[in-house]
């Protein structure tokens, strides 16, 4: 096989995967609000649209509170809500995204090369374009293929540099650390990883050029963030990292398991498991620590888990563990290498990575992100446009922040405190990554015009503590159920305002288990009957049952 046909296979395959993934699959599993992409994706939008549109770095006009956490990313944004006005953002974030990892994938190929050769890089190149959380990182709309890229390239610049160091290598090792530090909030700590590796393996004066590059641009960067936000540390930190650091190490634990297992990283886990053993062991029989047995990326993947323990995991899942799918792989063949004959490492290799690539691909049938489907629902969306249309004007208090608040364009409390500062700096007693930080009655005080959140089909209460006594106390009013299951046309979004109980447990039973809760006006805004009262006339959210002035309506 040609040089040409080995370097398209790999892309090719990844262009495929990504879009494939895109158009028919759900971008996250559960309740699914999210077939167009991450809703967190969506308050990285609104970030780059109110600053492109000169608001500046805010959730809210006037309001001035980190509540993204991928600077690098927003900036990428921005320029598109220039050159389109916002239509299509989410596709524009697609392309981009495939764009680079895209890149991500050559690089890596093109490292692979020069150790294994070009059919092996090939082989490799495809087993990565083969990981389906790859795929939904691109269709998620969020920043993680530009992490993954940056990753990659701190890596391969490290494991170069640790054994043959070089000037315009430092300097480019340095320019990727200060990339990291902008393209995400934590994107420092694989900086210092980066820096103490080279330091254990000698190079004082690389990890010296590098770490100063890195001190250079991290310095003004935190202090314009406390200049320009009030602290050094984002409104996010203050959001997820929180609750008792047991439940954290817990949570974390258990939720790698799950990813290990079902998502398809067990093979790069225990690779760079074997690797450590094997550097200690050898380390044992010399004598003494020897850093040059320990490869970079078992020491980044060791690292890198030791931070996901510490802030518990991720409620996104396998995103931030991308990296260790190129890294792991890199590894096994490096293992094989060493460990078989000339003549049987190509079969070797080659059933290796096979196995290897049929392992990854089990998510595609156990995991709902990849139950595809031609007639996608995305309720966040629907219910975002329907209340820019039936609302405008007012606010919002919402568990979800990102595709209602973006595209209904409404001034928004954030009920779990990634854009509120107040929420943000709660203590917890609990640990619930990103789901921890809320108060009922702070959001009841501050009198939104509308509060959107799960509901709970027997009480009615809403959760994260609006109990349906306290927000009916307060004066608001159950009036609108969304169904998220799928698309029913006008039924999607239903108002049930005089509807008895029994009707609306059984359209949330049906499926809408979304609700909006609307402040009265006047003495009485037609709430909830106890008694049997109006009812649909045929038990679907398609038809339901409503007052004339009440009419249903779908965005």
């Not at 009841?444 to 006594?469: C, K, M, V």
């Not at 159920?481 to 009707?503: H, P, R, Y």
């Not at 049906?510 to 009957?529: F, H, K, N, W």
């Amino acid at each position: 096989m040609r040089k040409a046909p080995l370097l398209l296979l790999a892309p090719l395959v990844l262009t495929a995967a990504c879009l494939l993934q895109t158009w028919f699959g759900y971008s996250l599993s559960g309740r699914m609000g999210h077939g167009w992409g991450l809703d967190d994706a969506y308050i990285t939008y609104r970030y780059s649209e109110h600053l492109a549109s000169g608001h500046g770095l805010v959730f809210n006009p006037g309001e001035r509170v980190e509540g993204y956490s991928n600077l690098l990313y927003v900036l990428l944004i921005a320029p598109a809500f220039l050159l389109t006005g916002g239509l299509s953002i989410y596709w524009v974030s697609v392309a981009l995204n495939l764009l680079l990892a895209l890149a991500a994938l050559v690089v890596f190929q093109r490292f692979l090369e020069r150790s294994h050769g070009p059919r092996l890089a090939a082989a490799g190149a495809v087993v990565l374009s083969l990981c389906p959380p790859l795929w939904v990182a691109v269709a998620s709309g969020m920043e993680t293929p530009l992490v993954l890229l940056v990753q990659v390239g701190i890596w391969i610049a490290v494991t170069t540099l640790a054994e043959n160091p070089g000037g315009r290598r430092t300097v480019g090792l340095g320019l990727l650390l200060v990339v990291s530090l902008l393209a995400r909030a934590d994107g420092f700590l694989i900086g210092m990883m980066a820096i103490v590796y080279l330091l254990l393996r000698g190079r004082a004066k690389v990890a010296l050029w590098a770490g100063c590059l890195l001190l250079a641009a991290a310095v003004p960067y935190f202090l314009w963030r406390h200049g320009y936000y009030g602290y050094f540390l984002p409104n996010t930190y203050y959001a997820k990292v929180s609750g008792p650091l047991l439940d954290r190490f817990s949570r974390g634990f258990s939720q790698l398991i799950e990813i290990a297992l079902g998502g398809g990283f067990l093979p790069w886990i225990l690779v760079a498991a074997t690797q450590a053993a094997l550097a200690a062991r050898d380390g044992v029989r010399a004598g003494r620590v020897s850093w040059e047995r320990l490869p970079f990326g078992a020491f980044l993947a060791a690292g890198w888990l030791a931070y996901w323990f510490y802030i518990g995991g991720d409620h996104l899942g396998d995103r931030m563990l991308l990296i260790l799918a190129p890294v792991g792989l890199s590894g096994l063949l490096a293992l094989l290498r060493l460990r078989t004959g000339a003549a049987a490492r190509p079969a070797v290799m080659g059933f290796a990575v096979l196995v290897v690539a049929l392992f990854q691909l089990a998510p595609l049938w156990t995991d709902p992100r990849f139950a595809y489907t031609r007639t996608k629902h995305d309720h966040w969306i629907t219910l975002g446009a329907f209340l820019r249309i039936h609302h405008p004007g007012e606010t919002l208090a919402i568990d979800a922040c990102g595709k209602v608040p973006y595209l209904s364009g409404l001034k928004t409390i954030d009920m779990l405190g990634l854009n509120d500062e107040y929420l943000a700096h709660k203590s917890t007693w609990f640990f619930s990554a990103g789901h921890n930080k809320y108060d009922a009655d702070y959001i009841l005080r501050r009198g939104p015009d509308l509060i959107a959140a799960w509901i709970n089909r027997e009480t009615l209460d809403l959760f994260y503590g609006l109990r349906r006594t306290k927000y009916e106390s307060a004066g608001y009013r159950l009036t609108y159920l969304v169904n998220c299951k799928k698309d029913l046309g006008d039924g999607s979004i239903v108002n049930v305002q005089g509807w008895s109980m029994e009707a609306i447990r059984d359209l949330i039973k049906q499926g809408s288990y979304y609700a909006v809760l609307t402040r009265e006006v006047g003495e009485d805004a037609g709430g909830i009957s106890s008694s049997a009262g109006c009812r649909p006339t045929s038990g679907t959210a398609s038809t339901p049952c409503h007052r004339p002035s009440s009419t249903p309506h779908r965005a």
